[in-house]
């Protein structure tokens, strides 16, 4: 039988043992996309380590959202090419925070780019870490809804993506399987569907 007296309290909030304290912080790599330091830190128990931390721009996700004429939900993925992985992926409109930029310009900016939608309605989901084990930047999750199609996509250079109109509830199938297997795509399914039981919202 597990004995609770093994765990930490849960409403303990005092969380001053577990920080570590940050030294020199050293650039050792840097690209067009990321950074790499490497950062000096000492726990409160005299412990020193040398610890990577990749630098990167924050990201955003936009999710797009509507009822059609028969009033099924459904949502814009996209599919495209992802050189990490040397595979087509299924997805939502994603991309850059640019210098100087809010988050939520950025959502917008990247969802009329990518599918040429403008949203009169954008709604933030949440701010996640896209890997606080090594990495310093943020995912910004947003909801996009009373769509207008207002111009045609204006894509990087290097990009080309499909759109697909599908009904959110196969999207919500879909994710964690096969093509549709960014982590980051599947978080941003649970915080919308998490949205949407506030609201009551049927599939």
Not at 128 to 143: T, V
């Amino acid at each position: 039988m597990i004995d609770d007296r093994n765990f930490s309290r849960k409403d303990r909030e005092d969380n001053s043992h577990l920080m570590w304290e940050t030294g020199e912080r050293r650039q050792t790599y840097k690209c067009a996309i990321f950074s790499v330091n490497e950062v000096e830190r000492k726990c409160h128990d005299g412990r020193k380590g040398n610890f990577i931390e990749i630098e990167c721009p924050e990201w955003i996700i936009i999710i797009p959202l509507y009822r059609d004429a028969d009033g099924v939900l459904r949502t814009i993925v996209e599919r495209q090419y992802r050189h990490g992985s040397d595979s087509v992926t299924l997805e939502f409109p994603a991309g850059l925070v640019e210098k100087g930029e809010a988050p939520i310009d950025a959502a917008r900016r990247e969802l009329l780019e990518e599918t040429g939608f403008k949203a009169g309605k954008v709604t933030k989901l949440a701010t996640l870490c896209p890997n606080n084990a090594f990495m310093s930047n943020h995912q910004h999750i947003y909801l996009a809804e009373d769509l207008e199609l207002v111009s045609g996509q204006n894509l990087d250079a290097n990009e080309e993506i499909d759109l697909y109109s599908l009904p959110l509830s196969e999207v919500v199938e879909r994710m964690g399987r096969g093509s549709a297997d960014n982590a980051l795509m599947v978080a941003a399914t649970s915080l919308l569907m998490r949205e949407l039981d506030s609201r009551k919202e049927e599939l």
